[in-house]
């Protein structure tokens, strides 16, 4: 199931996706990538509507996976949870990466303890 974590993006809690469940909304994702320019042109429709079409399976998957009805398949690509880093110390909002110095939310610098090492 799916950990629900700060969005800053969102501005919002949000389900994020482990990288199994990941590897199965991704797949849809790009597969819906793919299938825009094949439905536009079968079908003579617009980009917006191609979109709507293609991207359901995607939004579908990530509604059952994590119980959240998300609309916005864009925002799919960065509901996971290794882009983000670990919780600030200061206001528990994830990090916005792994690697980042600062909480972009309260401003708290990262102590080099919880720095991730560099490859």
Same mark, same amino acid.
């Given at each position: 199931?799916?950990?629900?974590?700060?969005?800053?993006?969102?501005?919002?809690? &949000?389900?994020?996706?482990?990288?199994?469940?990941?590897?199965?909304?991704?797949?849809?994702?790009?597969?819906?990538?793919?299938?825009?320019?094949?439905?536009?042109?079968?079908?003579?429709?617009?980009?917006?509507?191609?979109?709507?079409?293609?991207?359901?399976?995607? !939004?579908?998957?990530?509604?059952?996976?994590?119980?959240?009805?998300?609309?916005?398949?864009?925002? !799919?690509?960065?509901?996971? &949870?290794?882009?983000?880093?670990?919780?600030?110390?200061?206001?528990?909002?994830?990090?916005?990466?792994?690697?980042?110095?600062?909480?972009?939310?309260?401003?708290?610098?990262?102590?080099?303890?919880? !720095?991730?090492?560099?490859?």
């Amino acid at each position: 199931m799916a950990k629900t974590l700060y969005c800053w993006r969102c501005r919002m809690e &949000i389900p994020m996706l482990d990288d199994r469940e990941w590897g199965r909304v991704g797949a849809a994702l790009t597969n819906s990538v793919r299938a825009i320019k094949t439905y536009r042109e079968k079908h003579s429709v617009p980009l917006n509507q191609a979109r709507t079409e293609t991207f359901r399976e995607a !939004l579908a998957l990530y509604r059952e996976i994590s119980g959240f009805s998300e609309t916005n398949p864009n925002a !799919l690509w960065h509901h996971r &949870i290794e882009l983000y880093g670990p919780p600030c110390s200061s206001c528990g909002k994830p990090l916005r990466t792994p690697v980042a110095k600062r909480c972009f939310e309260c401003g708290t610098v990262r102590s080099n303890k919880t !720095l991730a090492p560099t490859r």
